[in-house]
């Protein structure tokens, strides 16, 4: 479901899908992009990722800070293994799970939520 999920990104690089699970209910969903207001264009005309895009991680963990859920607990399912700004997020927001199908182009993510305890699990597809 995170691969469909990645298809909303408008991202032509790269498109990323994470899904927030808790007690078998998805209570979260986000995608690479930019902020609500910003025009859908990810890229500059270089073909380089614009500074304020998103991570998917990152969108699906502000979501549901702004709803009734907790994800505390919780399971990310995400295309693509966390950078390490985002793996701070998840660290923080109380995910104590982490799956994921392709590889970010650092490890560094990966690690510091192994440090941090975080179950992390890669799945081939």
Not at 1 to 17: D, P
Not at 68 to 82: H, M, V
Request: proline share 2%; net charge positive; aromatic share 8%.
């Amino acid at each position: 479901m995170a691969r469909i999920w990645a298809g909303n990104s408008y991202c032509r690089r790269r498109q990323v899908g994470a899904l927030i699970v808790k007690g078998k209910m998805i209570i979260s969903d986000g995608y690479n992009g930019t902020p609500s207001g910003f025009e859908n264009i990810c890229e500059d005309e270089n073909y380089n990722t614009k500074p304020y895009v998103l991570h998917a991680e990152a969108n699906a963990i502000t979501k549901v800070a702004k709803s009734n859920n907790s994800s505390e607990g919780a399971t990310l399912y995400i295309t693509s293994s966390p950078c390490l700004e985002c793996a701070k997020l998840i660290i923080q927001s109380g995910i104590r799970r982490v799956v994921y199908c392709d590889n970010y182009r650092t490890e560094a993510g990966i690690e510091l939520l192994k440090k941090a305890g975080i179950e992390v699990q890669y799945v081939e597809i």
